[in-house]
């Protein structure tokens, strides 16, 4: 499975980006989709997940915030990030998890400053 992710950038507090990530190889065996980020000198986390039943979990910091989301046609995950704030500031990969193991995209960039 391949992962590309897009939609990182440059916003201000308070202000919205949506994040993407696109399955190609073999999705069929995807049974869950997840965000993660991280911040410099911080660990990775985990921001959202969705299961392929639509089952969602949030990290506590994002809750009310971000939502995650999926279109199964296009074998893509979405994370609408609102009210952001410069903690949310890092580097954004999405995973998802196939019978076969797990794969990560290559990370996207979000910096919330003013």
């Known amino acids: 499975v391949q992962l590309q992710a897009s939609g990182g950038g440059l916003v201000q507090p308070g202000g919205s980006l949506r994040l993407s990530c696109t399955a190609s190889?073999?999705?069929?065996?995807?049974?869950?989709w997840g965000w993660y980020r991280q911040a410099t000198g911080k660990q990775r986390e985990l921001v959202a997940g969705?299961?392929?039943?639509?089952?969602?979990n949030y990290a506590d910091s994002v809750k009310g915030r971000f939502t995650i989301s999926r279109d199964n046609a296009k074998n893509t995950e979405y994370l609408q990030m609102n009210s952001l704030k410069s903690e949310d500031t890092a580097v954004y990969y999405c995973?998802?998890?196939?019978?076969?193991?797990?794969?990560w995209g290559k990370g996207t960039l979000v910096t919330v400053s003013s």
């Open positions: 995973k998802v998890n196939t019978y076969g193991g797990s794969y």
């Open positions: 190889g073999s999705t069929r065996s995807i049974f869950g």
């Open positions: 969705i299961s392929t039943g639509g089952s969602t």
